[in-house]
């Protein structure tokens, strides 16, 4: 099985980096291509797997590389969504990091994104902090709620740092804050739940954090307002213990069944289903099989 993974590594930690260190983990072979260069690409793989990174959609891989296949994450954006809705059905197959997204794309699967247990696993290191957020402040309401953790909780991390640093932040911090702008599940849920930390995020219409084997109180917390938020953020840094056992059980989960490794299986074996890939050549002996989200 040799892949060709096409996006711009124009940032180390865009997703297209995630997976390639996943067809590394799970003893595939693949190469990069920047998306400039699709014109002179080899049909000399078994599957071309392009990954979204906010690039230029109109360009379109020759017809003969096939079967081609869509990862598109930026269908929340709308100038971004009305240029992938023109480009999806140039693929075989589309997955979207947002269910909103895949239900607007025929044929399309949801396929969230995920963790690094090498990047974003837990540290053996002491809390240091109360609450740990990484990431910009965005807009309303989610600045408002980062402005209010400041001032009530001023030994937390709440800022910016870049993404070899995040297991290092989260499993100091005793509580990892979310709030998903776009009604998703983002890539801080898997990143706090992968660091061994209890994270704290928002409830989301049609509760996909149950689908995905992700209970409220068994392995995360949820809160469905502010006054809430304010409520369980004292509540859970006052029960340390129960906080702890929580965290763990949300961590097993998510290296259990939400790596990149695991999105990665999944596209090949739906890539197996419907387009008649070599099924036997999809998962190397000895590699885990995925359990596809639920």
Not at 85 to 106: I, M, S
Not at 115 to 134: K, N, Q, S, T
Not at 269 to 279: C, I, Q, T, Y
């Amino acid at each position: 099985m040799k892949l060709a993974l096409i996006f711009d590594k124009t940032r180390p930690d865009t997703i297209g980096g995630y997976f390639e260190r996943a067809t590394r983990a799970l003893g595939l072979s693949a190469d990069h291509w920047w998306l400039r260069d699709a014109g002179r690409m080899p049909a000399a793989y078994d599957l071309y797997l392009r990954i979204d990174h906010g690039d230029d959609y109109d360009v379109a891989l020759p017809e003969h590389l096939r079967p081609a296949v869509f990862y598109a994450i930026d269908t929340h954006l709308p100038h971004s969504w009305r240029k992938i809705r023109r480009a999806a059905p140039r693929y075989d197959l589309v997955f979207c990091c947002h269910e909103e997204g895949a239900g607007r794309l025929p044929g399309a699967e949801w396929l969230p994104v995920a963790c690094d247990p090498e990047l974003h696993g837990r540290l053996d290191v002491e809390p240091a902090w109360d609450v740990a957020f990484v990431g910009t402040d965005g807009g309303v309401p989610r600045k408002f709620y980062l402005q209010a953790l400041r001032e009530r909780y001023p030994n937390s991390f709440l800022g910016m740092a870049g993404h070899t640093q995040l297991a290092a932040i989260y499993s100091r911090a005793r509580i990892g804050f979310n709030y998903s702008i776009a009604d998703d599940v983002n890539m801080r849920v898997f990143e706090v739940l992968a660091a061994g930390t209890l994270l704290l995020t928002n409830a989301l219409r049609g509760d996909p954090f149950r689908r995905l084997g992700l209970e409220d109180r068994k392995h995360l917390a949820l809160y469905r307002s502010p006054e809430e938020l304010f409520r369980l953020l004292d509540e859970w840094l006052g029960r340390a213990e129960e906080r702890q056992r929580v965290a763990r059980a949300g961590r097993e989960v998510a290296l259990a069944r939400h790596t990149y490794a695991h999105r990665l299986r999944r596209i090949l074996a739906v890539s197996a289903d419907r387009l008649g890939l070599d099924a036997s050549r999809t998962a190397p002996e000895g590699r885990p099989a995925m359990e596809a989200p639920r």
